[in-house]
Protein backbone atom coordinates (compact mmCIF):
# COMPACT_ATOMS: atom_id res chain seq x y z
CA UNK A 1 0.00 0.00 0.00
CA UNK A 2 1.60 3.26 -0.65
CA UNK A 3 -0.05 6.92 -0.96
CA UNK A 4 1.45 9.50 -2.55
CA UNK A 5 1.14 13.47 -2.11
CA UNK A 6 2.39 15.47 -5.33
CA UNK A 7 4.19 18.47 -4.52
CA UNK A 8 3.59 22.04 -6.08
CA UNK A 9 5.11 23.04 -8.49
CA UNK A 10 4.93 19.76 -9.70
CA UNK A 11 8.11 19.10 -10.40
CA UNK A 12 8.80 15.88 -8.38
CA UNK A 13 5.82 14.00 -6.21
CA UNK A 14 6.80 12.47 -2.60
CA UNK A 15 5.20 9.13 -1.51
CA UNK A 16 4.76 7.34 1.13
CA UNK A 17 5.36 3.75 0.57
CA UNK A 18 5.75 0.12 2.08
CA UNK A 19 6.81 -1.33 -1.60
CA UNK A 20 10.07 -1.24 -3.31
CA UNK A 21 8.33 0.08 -6.68
CA UNK A 22 10.62 1.90 -8.78
CA UNK A 23 8.79 5.30 -9.96
CA UNK A 24 11.27 7.93 -10.77
CA UNK A 25 13.03 8.35 -14.22
CA UNK A 26 16.16 6.50 -14.53
CA UNK A 27 18.74 9.01 -14.67
CA UNK A 28 17.33 10.59 -11.51
CA UNK A 29 18.12 9.86 -7.81
CA UNK A 30 15.39 8.48 -5.72
CA UNK A 31 15.78 10.16 -2.55
CA UNK A 32 14.52 7.55 0.59
CA UNK A 33 14.29 8.88 3.99
CA UNK A 34 13.89 6.41 6.88
CA UNK A 35 11.54 7.05 9.42
CA UNK A 36 9.42 5.49 11.97
CA UNK A 37 10.29 3.71 15.48
CA UNK A 38 12.15 0.86 14.37
CA UNK A 39 15.20 0.15 15.99
CA UNK A 40 17.13 -1.84 13.22
CA UNK A 41 17.14 -2.05 9.42
CA UNK A 42 19.15 -2.92 6.62
CA UNK A 43 19.04 -1.31 3.07
CA UNK A 44 20.35 -3.21 0.62
CA UNK A 45 21.32 -3.22 -2.91
CA UNK A 46 21.58 -6.88 -3.92
CA UNK A 47 23.13 -6.37 -7.53
CA UNK A 48 26.30 -4.22 -6.10
CA UNK A 49 26.18 -6.12 -2.83
CA UNK A 50 25.60 -2.92 -0.66
CA UNK A 51 24.09 -3.60 2.74
CA UNK A 52 23.50 -0.03 4.90
CA UNK A 53 21.89 -0.21 8.10
CA UNK A 54 18.98 2.44 7.48
CA UNK A 55 17.53 3.87 11.07
CA UNK A 56 14.87 6.57 11.18
CA UNK A 57 16.64 9.46 9.77
CA UNK A 58 19.12 8.04 7.46
CA UNK A 59 18.73 9.19 3.74
CA UNK A 60 20.02 7.00 0.83
CA UNK A 61 20.29 8.25 -2.63
CA UNK A 62 19.86 5.32 -5.54
CA UNK A 63 18.91 5.23 -8.94
CA UNK A 64 15.88 3.32 -8.13
CA UNK A 65 15.61 2.53 -12.04
CA UNK A 66 18.24 1.02 -12.37
CA UNK A 67 19.05 -0.68 -9.18
CA UNK A 68 16.72 -3.05 -7.16
CA UNK A 69 16.82 -2.21 -3.88
CA UNK A 70 15.12 -2.97 -0.42
CA UNK A 71 15.10 -3.20 3.19
CA UNK A 72 14.50 -6.71 5.03
CA UNK A 73 12.95 -7.25 8.06
CA UNK A 74 13.43 -4.80 11.01
CA UNK A 75 12.60 -4.60 14.31
CA UNK A 76 12.05 -2.16 17.07
CA UNK A 77 8.96 -0.51 16.14
CA UNK A 78 7.35 0.74 13.07
CA UNK A 79 9.01 1.37 9.64
CA UNK A 80 7.97 4.21 6.98
CA UNK A 81 9.60 5.01 4.03
CA UNK A 82 9.58 8.48 2.75
CA UNK A 83 10.39 8.62 -1.14
CA UNK A 84 11.28 11.30 -3.15
CA UNK A 85 11.52 11.03 -7.25
CA UNK A 86 11.04 12.96 -10.32
CA UNK A 87 8.39 10.93 -13.18
CA UNK A 88 9.29 11.09 -16.76
CA UNK A 89 6.07 12.50 -17.20
CA UNK A 90 6.87 15.87 -15.99
CA UNK A 91 9.78 16.68 -18.53
CA UNK A 92 6.94 15.39 -21.39
CA UNK A 93 4.67 18.08 -19.77
CA UNK A 94 7.04 20.69 -19.57
CA UNK A 95 8.80 20.03 -23.16
CA UNK A 96 11.86 20.05 -21.26
CA UNK A 97 14.98 17.82 -21.85
CA UNK A 98 16.02 14.29 -19.51
CA UNK A 99 19.67 14.70 -17.89
CA UNK A 100 22.56 13.05 -18.84
CA UNK A 101 23.12 10.07 -16.60
CA UNK A 102 25.15 11.02 -13.47
CA UNK A 103 29.04 10.57 -14.35
CA UNK A 104 31.89 10.33 -11.74
CA UNK A 105 33.81 13.58 -13.34
CA UNK A 106 30.73 15.95 -12.63
CA UNK A 107 31.02 15.18 -8.80
CA UNK A 108 34.80 14.70 -9.13
CA UNK A 109 34.83 18.78 -10.34
CA UNK A 110 32.00 19.84 -7.49
CA UNK A 111 35.19 18.76 -5.20
CA UNK A 112 38.32 20.46 -7.35
CA UNK A 113 39.56 17.37 -8.19
Known amino acids: MAIHLQWLPSYCQ ?3 STTSRCRGFPTHYDLLVSAGTHTKAEFSV ?6 LSYRPGDVVAVGGKVFLHQVGDWSGGERVCMSHYMKDKVHKCLEVSHPNWPREEDYLSLVGK
Open 46 to 51: PELGVH
Open 14 to 16: LGY
